[in-house]
Structures are given as structure tokens and as C-alpha cells.
């Protein structure tokens, strides 16, 4: 009798046990939803992104007009606005996509719109492929009409004579420093800075025949090369490395001849059809290059600005101290210095400054007004909105 009343109370709590891993399973179980409803929610989506793009091109031409008969798309663009617009897009993102892709399309959304008036044309460091014209269409979108020119001088010279609205020129790298020749220009030009761009670089070693056997010349800009020269010394240590004016004018010789190479970036290879034989090849992982934006005013703030300086001293004991105690007194945060010949006499040198904040606020009035005292000479390059993603 024991062991039937054992039997009957497991088997009791058996019958009970059934339903409950039964109704677990049963919420668990969710069915997926049917491809072609998702398809369709997608669809609806679409034509509500469509019509919301429409409305704001509608707005922007509203702006036009709000504006009075202005005649070109320079006088349309205001890069502290547009700051203003990519930080909120930041700021309310919360996922899945990234902060950078999202920033790329709502930039692109922005340079259409501009672009009803009439695209901006901006100069770059040319010719076609180089990281100046990427660093380009990620500043101005795709909608903008970039103008690829020789020389880092030639962008400069654009700009100032009114042929270019704004230009693109890179000024120093995270892992081979500053652009000694960006920075020379400003010695003499009344160009201003009004943006900056940080690219991130990858370095790529392209030929026609794809092989690396077959190299025997690596042609690439002096700073692409110096960029990867650890590697260029592990795998082609015999070969000849060229220097010249920029990636892409590498890859345009890489080109011509099977033994060639050339160091740049993919969308080189794309643009003269060469094949990638290694990459990225670049030293450092970090490897990011900025870019000043070149304008011909001064803009407004944005509340992320930065603002660039070139100080010319007096030849006297502190004139260093003197220099940077205005800053450090008024709570301005310095973020580079460098010094470079004056050009105005044997031995004179002038220091360029980055700094926290714009000209118009209130702490950078005060340092500056205060460096007057003690500076021979003060030129604001800049105030700019800080560089995004």
C-alpha cells in the first residue's frame, strides 16, 4: 500500500508539472511577424522620409527668401547654424545607428538644400581621390561642387580671390604632426578659418597588376609615406619610395607602369583603376588627419568653438610667459601651440594658437585684450565650431 500511494503521489505531481512547462513554452513562443507587412512598414516609413525631406527643402527656400535677394549660395551658408543642427542630432540619438552615420546623412540632407540656390564651390588639395576632397564631402556634403587645385598655395589664393567660396586643406596629423606649409600661408594671407574636419586615414598600397612582387616604386605624398614606413620597411624594403604633391597625383602615376605603386586611399584606387595590393598599411590605428575649412569672414558662434591665433612677439626675457598667462588667468583652455619663423626679420618668430571658445565670448575678449599688452602683433585666424564625428 506504501508503495502505490509513492506511485500515485509521483505521478500526481507529474500531471501537475505538464501544463506548467507547457504554458512557458507558450510564452516564449512568439510568432515572427510576416515579411510582407515588414516590407510594407518599411515602405511607409520611406514616404514619410520622403515628404518630411520635401517640407524642410521648402523651408530652406523660405530662408531664401526671408533672407532678401541674395545672389549666391556663400550667402546662404552659415556654418555655426549648422553646427548648431548636427549637435541636437547628436544629442537625441539614441541608436541603433551611429552617431557618425547619422551626422552623414542629415549633412548630406543640408547640402541638397542649400544646393537649390546654387551649390557652393569649394577648393580642395586635388586632384581627384586625394583625403582633402573625402575631408571635403564630409564638411559640405555631396551636393557641393568641389574644385580640386595643385598646391596647398592655389586653395589659398582661390579663396581670397572669390573664385572658390571656401577651401579644404589639411593642417596636421595625429601621428606626423603639423602641415608646415598650411601653417606658412597664414603668415601672409587674410584668409580666416571658419571650420575643421578630422578624417580618419587609412593608408592603402595600390598598383594595376595588384601584386606586391612586381613593386619596384612607391609614389605617395612625403606625409603618407612617413605615415607607413614601418611597413613599407618590413615589406618592400628595396623598392624606391617617390615623393610627390599629393596621394592622388600617385596614384595617377602608379598607373602607367607595372613595377609603380602608390600609397593612398581607396577611393584612389576607384578613381584610376588600380587594385589593392595591402590595407590599411599605416602605422598607427589612430591615424587622423584635420582639416581647416578656408573662408573669407568671421562667423557667429555656435557654443563649440575653437578659435586660432597667430602671435608675433617681442624679442625680450617672459615674452613666452607673457604670451600664455592671459589664457591660464582668464580660465581659456589651450589646445595647441607652435612656433614657425615670423618672416618679417632673421630670428622672429610668431606662435600659433588654438584655444577654447570664440572671439565673442567673454573669457577670450578678456585674454586677448590682455595679450595686447605684452604681444607685438595678434591675428585672429579664426572662431570656428569644433570638429564633429
Known sequence: MATKKNVTKTS?????????????????????????????????IDLQIQSLIADRAKMAQQVGKAKGPLKAAIDYYRPE??????????????????????????????????????????????????????????????????????????VFEEVEAGNADFGVVPVENSGQGT???????????????????????????LSRLGRLDEIERVYSHPQSLAQCKAWLRQHLPKAEKIPVAS?????????????????????AGHVYGLKVVAGPIEDRQDNTTRFLVLGRELFSPCGHDRTSLLVYVNDEPGALYNVLSPFAKYGVSMNRIESRPAHTGRWQYAFFIDVNGHVADDKVGRALSELGKYAAMIKILGSYPVALV
Open 179 to 205: 602641415i608646415q606649409s598650411t601653417l606658412d600661408m597664414f603668415l601672409t594671407s587674410s584668409i580666416k578659418i571658419c571650420g575643421e574636419v578630422e578624417l580618419r586615414v587609412h593608408q592603402h598600397l
Open 12 to 44: 500526481a505531481k507529474k500531471a501537475v508539472k505538464k501544463p506548467a512547462v507547457a504554458n512557458a513554452e507558450k510564452k516564449v513562443s512568439v510568432p515572427a511577424p510576416a515579411l510582407n507587412e515588414v516590407r510594407a512598414r518599411i515602405d511607409s
Open 247 to 267: 596621394n592622388a597625383e600617385a596614384a595617377r602615376r602608379a598607373r602607367n607602369s607595372d613595377d609603380a605603386a602608390a600609397i593612398a586611399g581607396e577611393s
Open 81 to 154: 547654424r549648422e553646427a548648431q543642427v548636427l549637435r541636437k542630432v547628436l544629442d537625441r540619438n539614441s541608436g541603433p545607428l551611429a552617431d557618425e552615420v547619422l551626422v552623414r546623412l542629415f549633412r548630406e540632407i543640408m547640402s541638397a538644400c542649400l544646393a537649390q540656390q546654387e551649390p557652393l564651390k569649394v577648393g580642395f588639395l586635388g586632384p581627384e581621390g586625394t583625403f582633402s576632397q573625402q575631408a571635403m564631402f564630409k564638411h559640405f556634403g555631396h551636393s557641393a561642387h568641389g574644385l580640386p587645385l595643385a598646391s596647398i598655395e592655389e
